[in-house]
């Protein structure tokens, strides 16, 4: 079982910015997809950010030019740079990895534990 371990999360004030890091909580042999997703009180979780092994990034209409995900493959770490934030951004956040264990392994989801980003003045 692969765990991810997320960081960053907290209070800003709108327009502020904060950044999230996920990484995994063991050595694993590669990860394809990385991807940020979110879910607010009542809400549905949501897509917010995905970025593939080659690098090429998909984001959500709602977050497009402010948020950017990038990834440290070395690391098996995958950030989210939030930038001008809104109130509705407020959330609970989740990083997941479409990751393979070991060689011997098939790719499995790996989901972090959430990490609260609350936008509030």
């Known amino acids: 079982q692969v765990q991810l371990v997320e960081s960053g999360g907290g209070l800003v004030q709108p327009g502020g910015s904060l950044r999230l890091s996920c990484a995994a909580s063991r050595s694993i042999f590669s990860v394809n997809n990385m991807a940020w997703y979110r879910q607010a009180p009542g809400k549905q979780r949501e897509f917010v950010a995905s970025?593939?092994?080659?690098?090429?990034?998909k984001y959500a209409d709602s977050v497009q030019g402010r948020f950017t995900i990038t990834r440290d493959g070395a690391k098996n770490t995958v950030y989210l740079q939030m930038n001008s934030m809104k109130p509705e951004d407020t959330a609970v956040y989740y990083c997941?990895?479409?990751?393979?264990?070991?060689?011997?392994?098939?790719?499995?989801?790996?989901w972090g534990q959430g990490t609260q980003v609350t936008v509030s003045s």
């Open positions: 997941h990895f479409e990751v393979r264990p070991t060689y011997y392994a098939a790719f499995i989801n790996a």
């Open positions: 970025i593939a092994s080659v690098g090429s990034t």
